[in-house]
């Protein structure tokens, strides 16, 4: 093995230089994984009805560079009029560049389950609720998720995953944004500082309300 001066300066470059090139190549390396790494965002809502927790409710959207995924987790019990009522959510929702690309919703009240499938098969979206199939073209930029996350327009058109129809949302007088599903249930839900910290559910003499208690990103 060589040892004179030249040869030892020689390979101390090349050494220096292969621990550079590994460097650089493990920092692109790391750059490009963080490209792919979700940004999370998650708010935790304590559920109440006549003053009474009852519940829970976790909402969290993950971000990347091309795709937004919604989730929502929700289980609460209650006595109503001494009947024992037992609510449960669970959706999972995927926008992909802007626009929804599908939907699972399953909501389940007492004995009653409603399961919501919606998929953008590049040209319509194709439901399936409670195995009812049909399909609608209009376009989905905003669903009842969202409105955790952004704050709506007044008038905007919004999509409920829960019975897959479209709602035009409306602003109130104190700021607060309404709208109404086909089952009677009026949903309001207020802002302070574009984040939603309350929301009211009602129906006829019932109102739920979420009260925002965490928030992580």
């Not at 959510?89 to 389950?113: C, E, F, I, M, S």
């Not at 929301?199 to 019932?206: A, C, F, Q």
Request: proline share 1%; net charge positive; aromatic share 14%.
């Amino acid at each position: 093995m060589c040892i004179c001066g030249w040869c030892v300066k020689q390979a101390a470059n090349n050494s220096l230089f292969s621990t550079l090139m590994v460097g650089r190549y493990s920092l692109l390396f790391l750059l490009a994984l963080s490209s792919f790494v979700l940004k999370a965002q998650t708010f935790t809502y304590d559920v109440y009805l006549f003053g009474d927790k009852i519940g829970t409710s976790t909402i969290t959207r993950k971000v990347d560079s091309t795709t937004v995924q919604y989730s929502l987790r929700s289980h609460s019990v209650a006595e109503v009029f001494f009947f024992k009522r037992v609510s449960q959510q669970d959706y999972d929702v995927v926008y992909r560049n802007g626009k929804l690309d599908k939907v699972t919703a399953y909501n389940k009240v007492d004995d009653k389950t409603t399961i919501v499938k919606v998929i953008f098969d590049g040209t319509r979206y194709c439901v399936d609720k409670n195995k009812v199939c049909y399909t609608f073209m209009e376009p989905v930029a905003y669903s009842s998720l969202c409105l955790y996350f952004i704050e709506p327009q007044p008038n905007q058109r919004i999509f409920s995953e829960r019975e897959a129809e479209f709602y035009n949302i409306k602003k109130n007088e104190d700021g607060a944004f309404t709208y109404a599903l086909s089952d009677g249930v009026k949903n309001t839900f207020y802002y302070t500082n574009g984040m939603v910290t309350k929301v009211e559910l009602k129906k006829s003499m019932i109102t739920v309300e979420l009260k925002l208690v965490n928030k992580s990103n």
